[in-house]
T-cell receptor
Framework: DAKTTQPNSMESNEEEPVHLPCNHS???????IHWYRQLPSQGPEYVIH???SNVNNRMASLAIAEDRKSSTLILHRATLRDAAVYYC????????????FGKGTRLSVIA | DTEVTQTPKHLVMGMTNKKSLKCEQH?????MYWYKQKAKKPPELMFV???????INESVPSRFSPECPNSSLLNLHLHALQPEDSALYLC?????????????FGQGTRLTVV
């Protein structure tokens, strides 16, 4: 699996936007970019995924660089409930391709 | 119903015990997964099932034995575990085996081996 690099931790103020970066310079042309988050004492939760174009859903937006070597998860207005570990995962288009988690970014939200 | 249900939520077992973890989903998903997560670490993949057949075993010791009796149910049988096997065990499912679908995770079973 191609590797991703994320900052270990980030901090945000409540009600402000948060931009969580992910570098994936060895991404292949058919790798999907997935984001999951894990709140304390819970299982991971799907946030968003994309291939080439930017994606929006009710939880977040995913901005993918034109060369696809990096992406950014955008939380438009952070709340205390968004404090979690956020995982950026590349998922290959090859047979059964399970999600393989890296270390992720621990996001703290300050009231 | 978009849930993956894992039971039990907590389990304490001795090193000579045999126990099973259960995972159930009714979303018609055909790919199911077991992960192990130690404290403050990311989830580690253990097993992958596709269409009820084991397709990936990530070199997991034989004291962990997975079983997929039908398309809705996934079990993890535990026998002769060690204290270092204490962890959160997570189950996940996906509609298919491709990378274009989202995965749904259960809340996990917190296992303590004494």
């Amino acid at each position: 699996d191609a590797k991703t690099t994320q900052p270990n931790s980030m901090e945000s103020n409540e009600e402000e936007p948060v931009h969580l970066p992910c570098n994936h310079s060895t991404i292949s042309g058919t790798d999907y970019i997935h984001w999951y988050r894990q709140l304390p004492s819970q299982g991971p939760e799907y946030v968003i995924h994309g291939l080439t174009s930017n994606v929006n859903n009710r939880m977040a937006s995913l901005a993918i660089a034109e060369d696809r070597k990096s992406s950014t998860l955008i939380l438009h207005r952070a709340t205390l409930r968004d404090a979690a570990v956020y995982y950026c995962i590349l998922n290959a288009y090859s047979g059964n391709t399970p999600l393989v988690f890296g270390k992720g970014t621990r996001l703290s939200v300050i009231a | 119903d978009t849930e993956v249900t894992q039971t039990p939520k907590h389990l304490v077992m001795g090193m000579t015990n045999k126990k099973s973890l259960k995972c159930e989903q009714h979303m018609g998903h055909r790919a199911m997964y077991w992960y192990k997560q130690k404290a403050k670490k990311p989830p580690e993949l253990m097993f992958v099932y596709s269409y009820e057949k084991l397709s990936i075993n990530e070199s997991v010791p034989s004291r962990f034995s997975p079983e997929c009796p039908n398309s809705s149910l996934l079990n993890l049988h535990l026998h002769a575990l060690q204290p270092e096997d204490s962890a959160l065990y997570l189950c996940a499912s996906r509609r298919g085996t491709g990378p274009y679908t989202e995965a749904f995770f259960g809340q996990g079973t917190r296992l303590t081996v004494v």
